[in-house]
């Protein structure tokens, strides 16, 4: 698996969705790879605000903001409630959670070292914190 992932902040979708093509540009955000970003979002979100998977995905999340067929390129924007549980996790939550869901993706067959799993989610709740200081949104643009 080969996949680019950034998470970014912009003021709105539309703002946001002109990252599509060539990604976020100068934003400011945060540089990943090879990880389901989708699937991690709403994973992230059952762990550390509670809820199931099937729940959240019923109601639309993560929420696409723009997408190409042809090159799969898309950009979604982390729900407020992640955000919010993101924004207000202790580094030891951040930490159970990174752990939590390193186990979650080992279970699927996918490896990812809770090492990195801890610094994406850390990385990630300092970028919503500064966000919404700017009272900006954080967004995702998956390549």
């Known amino acids: 698996m080969s996949i680019i992932v950034e998470f970014f902040v912009a003021p709105d979708d539309a703002s946001a969705a002109l990252a599509l093509e060539a990604g976020p540009g100068r934003a400011e955000s945060l540089s ?5 970003p989708e699937g991690a979002v709403v994973e992230w979100e059952c762990l550390l605000a509670g809820g199931s998977f ?14 190409q067929d042809n090159d799969g390129c898309v950009v979604f924007a982390i729900s407020p409630r992640l955000a919010a549980a993101l924004a207000e ?27 990195i799993a801890e610094v994406i989610l850390s ?20 390549a």
């Open 32 to 36: 990943f790879g090879n990880f389901d």
């Open 54 to 67: 099937e729940e959240l995905v019923e109601a639309g999340e993560p929420r696409i903001v723009a997408d």
């Open 89 to 115: 996790a202790e580094p030891s939550g951040l930490r159970d959670v990174a752990v939590s869901w390193a186990a979650q993706r080992a279970e699927d067959g996918e490896v990812i070292d809770t090492e």
């Open 123 to 142: 990385d990630l709740a300092a970028l919503v914190s500064s966000a919404r200081r700017q009272g900006q949104d954080v967004y995702c643009w998956v």
